[in-house]
């Protein structure tokens, strides 16, 4: 890289003269802490996009339990002579269900941003495995 002010060559990562370093961006030990933040960073990314991941792929299979629950529904009105209105709770049932998996499915999302605080230990705690 070349200095638009005076010329002179020098090294866009570590600002040392061209030629004369020998680098990889970052010294030894800032290299070192780097590498192990970068390490840290992409772990807790992978713990939150993993449990959003398994989240999003439960509420995608409970599509399939909306058919069983009509069925459910069916059955209770023609064996039981239960009315529409007294099945519901199936169906408000199910409704619960795939509200509250898109709020947990949302809240990992959600957590990978949080900094550092009480809110985040307190979620943490909670959503221990």
């Known amino acids: 890289m070349t200095c638009k002010k005076c010329s002179r060559g020098f090294c866009?990562?570590?600002?040392?003269?061209?030629?004369h370093h020998n680098c990889s961006g970052l010294s030894g030990a800032k290299k070192s802490e780097s590498?192990?933040?970068?390490?840290e960073e992409l772990e807790r990314f992978l713990h939150y996009s993993g449990r959003y991941l398994a989240h999003k792929q439960s509420?995608?299979?409970e599509v399939k339990l909306k058919e069983k629950v009509?069925?459910?529904v069916a059955q209770?009105?023609?064996?039981?002579?239960?009315?529409?209105?007294?099945?519901q709770f199936l169906l408000d049932a199910y409704d619960a269900l795939i509200r509250c998996?898109?709020?947990?499915?949302?809240?990992?999302a959600f957590a990978f941003y949080l900094k550092d605080s009480h809110d985040k230990t307190?979620?943490?705690?909670?959503?221990?495995?």
């Open 35 to 39: 590498v192990s933040g970068v390490r």
């Open 70 to 72: 009509e069925v459910k």
């Open 12 to 19: 866009w990562l570590c600002n040392g003269p061209d030629g």
């Open 122 to 129: 307190i979620f943490e705690e909670v959503c221990a495995d």
């Open 101 to 108: 998996r898109t709020a947990l499915t949302y809240t990992f």
């Open 76 to 87: 209770l009105q023609h064996k039981f002579k239960v009315s529409v209105q007294e099945a």
């Open 59 to 61: 509420l995608a299979l």
